[in-house]
Nanobody, 121 residues
């Protein structure tokens, strides 16, 4: 079994900051890409940021320069530092990891339970 547990969401005023964390645990052999997606009401889930096992990153244009993704491989944890938040950043944020379990021969996609981020104007 592999689990992803997210933390760090909440309510913040526009211009403020939040830091999301997502810790992977369980029968993990290796973790490839880790990332964050978000889904606002009435909209499709979209990629916010991703980071490879080697540390390469990519961001949605809408968050470039404001959000920073990082990972701690020793802790199997990925972070999303969100600065200069805007009301349009309001959404449920989901952690995504591509993980090879110890009992499998290939990696699978795993998702966190989601954490609400609300930015007030």
């Amino acid at each position: 079994q592999v689990q992803l547990v997210e933390s760090g969401g909440g309510l913040v005023q526009a211009g403020g900051s939040l830091r999301l964390s997502c810790a992977a645990s369980g029968s993990i052999f290796s973790i490839n890409a880790m990332g964050w997606y978000r889904q606002a009401p009435g909209k499709q889930r979209e990629l916010v940021a991703a980071i490879t096992s080697g540390g390469s990153t990519n961001y949605a244009d809408s968050v470039e320069g404001r959000f920073t993704i990082s990972r701690d491989n020793a802790k199997n944890t990925v972070y999303l530092q969100m600065n200069s938040l805007k009301p349009e950043d309001t959404a449920v944020y989901y952690c995504h990891c591509n993980i090879r379990p110890t009992y499998a021969r290939r990696p699978y996609d795993y998702w966190g339970q989601g954490t609400q981020v609300t930015v007030s104007s």
